[in-house]
């Protein structure tokens, strides 16, 4: 299926009739890909009722749904386009996420991350950690260094990202790099879990020095109020509070060392 116009696939999500094609079976929570229909308009998208979502000790039950637009809402808001199109709608399982698939032809064959073998990693990557495989092969966890990766780390930093996983990260082939599941973010204690670590500790670069600055006078001018219909307001506040601290060090944050800075599976 053809990529969507960003409005035109809002339209879609909004108003468009929901069938269910099956359930994604490795997600945690009840996760489903549907068709979608409006008119002459026909696309995939994920589905994710409230109802299929499973409780959490850490998180209060019944919001995930919430979390995942509260992050297309922060990533609309960096002008970044890293979260695919994400509304709240009603569906065949009731209220829940409806966030556009990207189709496998739109998807780039490109490597961005991964686990690579110990000599083969390529020169200009960023290695995170080592690993061996089920016959002892040394592997490498490592990513590219690409400024669309060094974006979602710092979007990932503003949303307290609690599950960025290889897998979590698509490019496709019109250049763009986005990422999806968002459930489990912006949480009021420091949670960050992520495979790209690369730049841990180095200055931000300018556009995210931008981005940042561009998002704090955004938090004032209405993405607050627009966070606190799915949020707490301890969590509302932690966005802005992460917003300032990374815009005092103007740095990348470094992994917590007291817990695991890294999501499991990795990829």
Request: proline share 8%.
């Amino acid at each position: 299926m053809p990529a969507l116009p960003e409005d035109e696939a809002l339209e879609l999500l909004r108003h468009g009739e929901l069938e269910v094609e099956g359930r994604l079976m490795d997600a945690s929570n009840a996760t489903l890909r549907c068709v979608i229909t409006l008119g002459d308009t026909v696309a995939r998208c994920v589905y994710k009722p409230v109802s299929g979502e499973r409780p959490l000790w850490d998180f209060p039950d019944g919001t995930l749904a919430g979390r995942e637009y509260s992050a297309w809402l922060l990533s609309q808001a960096t002008g970044w386009g890293i979260v695919p199109p994400t509304l709240l709608r009603d569906g065949p399982l009731g209220p829940g996420m409806v966030q556009l698939w990207i189709d496998d032809e739109l998807q780039s064959d490109d490597l961005l991350l991964g686990f690579v073998p110990a000599n083969k990693v390529p020169r200009t990557w960023r290695r995170i950690m080592q690993a061996r495989d089920e016959r002892g092969r040394p592997f490498v966890l490592a990513h590219a260094d690409d400024p669309r990766l060094a974006r979602i780390a710092v979007f990932d930093a503003i949303a307290n990202n609690a599950d960025r996983k290889g897998g979590h990260v698509i490019d496709t082939v019109d250049g763009a790099v986005h990422g999806v599941d968002h459930g489990i973010c912006f949480h009021t204690e420091d949670k960050l879990r992520t495979i790209i670590w690369g730049w841990a500790g180095e200055p931000l670069p300018d556009e995210g020095v931008e981005v940042l600055e561009k998002l704090r006078a955004q938090y004032a001018a209405g993405l607050a109020e627009s966070l606190s219909e799915h949020l707490t307001p301890a969590e509302v506040g932690m966005v802005s509070v992460r917003i300032g601290a990374l815009l005092r060090t103007r740095r990348f944050p470094s992994p917590d060392e007291d817990r695991h800075a890294i999501p499991w599976p990795p990829i």
